[in-house]
């Protein structure tokens, strides 16, 4: 099967440098992108409208 030009299939957490321990506030995050949240084990999360 071939694979979407461009994709290098590295985890999207990866490419923003996201690590466990972190503290993170995501503002204004699309709906599509929430697994982001629990992408990796965050010492806090903060959502913004």
């Known amino acids: 099967m071939a694979t979407a030009a461009g994709?290098?299939?590295t985890p999207?957490?990866?490419k923003?440098?996201?690590k466990d321990?972190?503290?993170a506030a995501f503002i204004a995050l699309p709906r599509e992108l929430?697994?982001?949240t629990g992408a990796v084990d965050f010492a806090e999360v903060?959502?913004?409208a």
């Open 7 to 9: 994709y290098s299939g």
């Open 12 to 14: 999207l957490p990866a």
């Open 16 to 18: 923003l440098g996201l």
């Open 21 to 23: 321990g972190m503290i």
């Open 34 to 36: 929430e697994s982001l």
């Open 46 to 48: 903060d959502r913004l």
